[in-house]
């Protein structure tokens, strides 16, 4: 089961800066022999997140191991309904990974190319970016 907060942070709320660059680090296989990488820029919320990668498990049947490599680290805000403008930030409603482009997002291994293809396929349909399937040669 991934984490879905950190466990605790410098500041309870931050600012929302995100840069639209190609990503530099965390853009190639490093621990499966699968992957899917994004395509584009996004935010990506803790729930989607848990959401794909239950689709992927649910998928690969306890065969294989599933690597996250993204961790939903900046809180997003929000006011409560019918507030009026003003009077501070809102609280933090939920935890969000910003994605730069080329950010390998999962990892599989130890499971055969259409199976791993397969469900990693189902886990993109659960996240709000465009991703694609890659894999390592050996």
């Excluded at 907060?5 to 190639?28: E, L």
């Excluded at 621990?31 to 649910?58: P, T, V, W």
């Excluded at 390998?104 to 399937?133: H, M, Q, T, Y």
């Amino acid at each position: 089961m991934c984490k879905k907060t950190p466990s605790r942070t410098k500041y309870k709320k931050t600012q929302n800066n995100f840069s639209y660059k190609i990503a530099s680090k965390c853009n190639s296989i490093e621990f499966g022999s699968y992957a899917l990488q994004s395509i584009d820029y996004g935010l990506i919320k803790s729930s989607s997140l848990e959401s794909a990668r239950i689709a992927i498990n649910h998928k690969l049947k306890r065969s294989g191991t599933i690597i996250c490599r993204i961790f939903p680290h900046t809180p997003i805000t929000k006011k409560a309904a019918e507030t009026r403008m003003g009077k501070g930030k809102g609280e933090v409603d939920s935890y969000a990974c910003f994605i730069k482009k080329g950010t390998v997002i999962f990892e599989i291994k130890d499971v055969p190319f259409n199976l791993a293809k397969e469900a990693l396929s189902l886990g993109e349909r659960k996240l709000n970016v465009k991703c694609k399937f890659i894999y390592k040669m050996y």
